[in-house]
């Protein structure tokens, strides 16, 4: 007998531990593009990318090609044992695209994780220091530190105790925070709880992932600047769901036109394999000596041969135009939910490229937003086929990553479908 979702779904509860959450009740069975079927045979559009790993697509073909030309090669050696030129060939790739002058060098691994903790690493070994600065709602991964540096306690940080120290947070600009009420609180910190020349490095998302796609203002980003270069800190680029494309640039830190010293990336990256990096200033990265960076799957071979196809798709498909077209698209298709007096009230659409998302909110005309109100909305788009997902500090937001190779019907059809229950949510 065939298993289905509910089987599925009865076989995960009974072994798996609940502390993996699944956004749908779905189990997937195969994946083209930007469309997946699940084990009974369903089609679903896919707008959520995999949470922003499939800028690609599912299984494009060159990448499906590249992987299969290094299984009959080899899957694994560890790098740090006998070394490959396809690791050696995406970290040239990379340094030649890193959104800061003069050399760069890179390192990779296999998680954001492990991106966001080893420029961590890298920052206080080149420094000297210890202190690190984050910023309310931004996430950085699960583990204890990348869990320490996230601004969101629910569900990342409460049950598990003491989380690694020196490790400050201070407010993100959003509809009630200013700029100048976020360089405010950096100077009360400063004055209160540790010097500036006591930081390692300051870690932004240029747009916040799980925050509900908020964009850092350049006018932060660059005060940032200016203060890190002041006191020998380094700025991290937290790119691991903004990077590749999605934004209408390479790396989201490129709008700002600030240059980071450190860029954590992942996600799209690896094409659907797992691979994940630091790409820094090349002095920096070799203030850490032989063995202190690493990892037995890190630049796996596998995932290093789907890295250089996913530049050459970028590139070949010209994904980063391609990510403001559908941005636009996008945008033109919000602003028309939030005309509409029919529906449930939206914002209009925020974000930079195709990493677009929207506020469910309480009245129309009014910004305060309808706290957890998208994840019903994104279980009602399930049910009529679209895979979307929820976001934001209070999980008001619907966030949008669908893949840059998806076509404008498919697109369309995805935006119909959200017309669709923000119309049956009003009812």
């Not at 583990?143 to 540096?149: G, N």
């Not at 993100?172 to 400063?190: G, K």
Request: a neutral charge; aromatic letters at 6%.
């Amino acid at each position: 007998m065939t298993d289905t979702n509910a089987t599925l779904l009865a076989r995960r509860d009974h072994a798996v531990a609940r502390g993996v959450a699944t956004a749908t009740p779905i189990f997937s069975a195969r994946a083209e593009n930007s469309e997946l079927w699940d084990v009974e045979g369903r089609r679903y559009v896919d707008f959520a990318g995999g949470i922003a790993v499939l800028n690609v697509g599912h299984r494009h073909p060159k990448v499906i090609e590249a992987v299969r030309a290094q299984l009959d090669r080899f899957t694994h050696t560890a790098f740090q044992v006998s070394a490959y030129e396809s690791y050696i060939a995406l970290a040239e790739r990379l340094n030649a695209l890193a959104p800061f002058d003069g050399p760069a060098k890179t390192v990779f691994f296999s998680t954001g994780g492990e991106a966001t903790e080893n420029a961590v690493k890298i920052a206080r070994a080149a420094t000297g220091r210890n202190g690190i600065i984050a910023f309310t709602g931004g996430f950085h991964g699960r583990t204890l530190l990348a869990s320490a540096m996230t601004g969101k306690v629910r569900p990342y940080k409460a049950p598990f105790g003491t989380l690694p120290g020196e490790v400050y947070h201070i407010p993100f600009p959003d509809e009630t925070t200013t700029v100048a009420d976020s360089l405010r609180m950096l100077d009360f910190l400063f004055a209160a709880d540790l010097p500036p020349t006591s930081i390692a490095a300051i870690i932004i998302e240029p747009v916040q992932g799980e925050g509900g796609f908020r964009v850092a203002p350049p006018e932060l980003l660059q005060a940032l600047r200016r203060l890190c270069d002041e006191h020998g800190i380094k700025l991290v680029a937290d790119e691991v769901q903004s990077g590749f494309a999605r934004t209408g640039r390479m790396f989201a830190i490129e709008h700002s036109g600030v240059q980071p010293d450190l860029v954590s990336v992942a996600k799209s990256m690896g094409g659907g394999l797992p691979l994940s990096g630091v790409i820094g200033r090349a002095e920096l990265m070799d203030a850490v000596g032989p063995g202190g960076l690493g990892g037995t799957y890190g630049g796996a071979p596998l995932a290093c041969a789907a890295g250089l196809a996913v530049l050459d798709i970028i590139a070949e498909e010209k994904l980063i135009e391609r990510a403001n077209t559908i941005g636009a698209r996008l945008r033109r298709h919000i602003d028309r939910l939030h005309a509409d007096t029919a529906l449930l009230p939206v914002s209009k659409a925020r974000g930079l490229g195709a990493m677009i998302a929207f506020d469910i909110l309480e009245t129309r005309g009014n910004p305060a937003v309808r706290a957890g109100a998208a994840a019903d909305i994104c279980a009602r788009a399930c049910e009529l086929g679209l895979i979307v997902l929820a976001c934001g500090t209070q999980g008001a937001t619907l966030r949008i990553l669908v893949p840059l190779t998806a076509s404008d019907a498919i697109v369309d059809e995805g935006m119909s479908i959200i017309g669709q229950v923000l119309a049956q949510a009003a009812a």
